[in-house]
């Protein structure tokens, strides 16, 4: 797995990296204006605050696929 910067800024947010691996890649989106990182699902489309725990399944879903 590979955790990528892919904008300092895009529209909507002011951030964005993907997470890329077999099961990627996964969209992470920053917003300042709330001080914390989203998971960018894309479908059905939703932003996910990006807790431990999030993080960790997206990391198993990147790795395993």
Do not use: H, S
């Not at 964005?16 to 990182?37: F, N, Q």
């Amino acid at each position: 797995m590979r955790i990528e910067p892919v904008a300092a800024w895009v529209v909507g947010a002011d951030g964005r990296v993907d997470m890329k691996g077999t099961g990627g890649p996964l969209i992470l989106i920053y917003r300042e204006t709330e001080k914390r990182w989203f998971y960018f699902q894309q479908f059905p489309a939703a932003e996910i605050p990006l807790t431990k725990d999030v993080f960790v399944r997206l990391a198993e879903a990147c790795l395993n696929g």
